[in-house]
């Protein structure tokens, strides 16, 4: 669940989305930003739907090259008949691994759309959506073994309250992981809707947006979505050209502030607010978007999920 700054609402990540795979959102924004050269080498980390990846490629040259990362197997579907694609059906935070597997040192920019796909809220048995009755899963990879059920059985009360805490903003976290401790023993947690039922005497508010806050905790732990964030940002130092761009879209702050945070500081070490210390910042990005983009108003009506999204971009020195 992410907040919609102008209005100060919450904004339900699941709202009714148009047809199709996934809309990419901030399309044209993005895609100026990374400021596309025909004959480089760009890499999307989440293909997805390939949306983004198809505004690249209609801007390359034939000597220009997509390497595309997405960890979730439904992807590949949507590969384009294009020789100047390279799939990589893994997890981004594995960039610099598979790039120089495949003998690519270095790039001329990279694009990533993070958060959740309109297909994977859609798909009913994946168990990211409160609208279907399924597994409590959340993988986006199905071949890791850990599932949002494992963590609502194996983690401890305390572990639980700084999930929800953290990742949700759930504003009874302590409650909740205190009730599921106290339940899981008694009652199988192990679907959708018995999770609810077994909840509903705890949930504060609406109960959609309570359940989409919780949801959005557990699927950012079960797929170590921060984690991963913070390993490709790390990497993107090393793989991306002087002169080349990153382009980052978040969906909620968690994510929004890493990205701020290391085009800024090139690193993710809190500073501490002395004003008689002086800290030294490695300079290795330009920040192009002193504010992050978001959508316009044309957007925000056909496509509902981009209300969130921010849109940060830098470029490597």
Do not use: C, W
Not at 79 to 97: G, S, T, Y
Not at 157 to 178: C, D, I, M, S, W
Request: charged share 30%; aromatic share 8%; no cysteine.
């Amino acid at each position: 669940m992410a907040k919609d700054k102008q209005k100060g609402k919450l904004v339900d990540p699941e709202a009714a989305q148009p047809e199709g795979y996934h809309v990419p959102v901030l399309l044209q924004e993005t895609i100026a930003a990374l400021n596309i050269r025909p004959d480089g080498v760009y890499v999307d980390v989440t293909f997805g739907g390939g949306g983004h990846s198809a505004a690249i490629l209609s801007r390359l040259g034939t000597n220009g090259r997509l390497v595309a990362f997405d960890q979730d197997a439904d992807a590949a579907q949507n590969l384009p008949a294009d020789d100047r694609v390279l799939f990589i059906p893994q997890n981004f935070r594995h960039l610099k691994r598979f790039l120089r597997l495949h003998a690519i040192q270095k790039v001329d920019g990279i694009l990533a759309d993070l958060g959740v796909s309109s297909h994977q809220f859609d798909e009913a048995g994946r168990g990211f959506s409160i609208r279907f009755n399924a597994d409590m899963d959340m993988r986006m990879d199905r071949r890791q073994p850990v599932t949002a059920f494992d963590i609502l059985q194996t983690y401890t009360e305390p572990q639980l309250h700084k999930l929800f805490e953290k990742y949700g903003e759930v504003t009874n976290a302590k409650t909740l992981a205190r009730t599921i401790v106290e339940t899981r023993d008694r009652v199988s947690l192990k679907t959708i809707d018995a999770f609810k039922n077994a909840l509903r005497p705890v949930v504060k508010g609406n109960p959609n947006k309570y359940f989409a806050q919780v949801f959005q905790a557990l699927r950012i732990e079960v797929n170590q979505e921060l984690e991963a964030l913070k390993d490709l940002l790390e990497q993107a130092k090393e793989v991306v050209k002087p002169g080349g761009r990153i382009a980052v879209i978040t969906f909620h702050s968690l994510e929004d502030r890493l990205v701020k945070q290391f085009f800024r500081e090139g690193s993710f070490e809190e500073k501490e607010e002395n004003p008689f210390v002086q800290h030294s910042v490695e300079k290795v990005f330009t920040v192009i978007t002193r504010k992050p983009v978001t959508a316009g108003e044309e957007e925000l009506k056909k496509n509902t999920r981009s209300r969130s999204a921010k849109l940060r971009v830098a470029e490597r020195i």
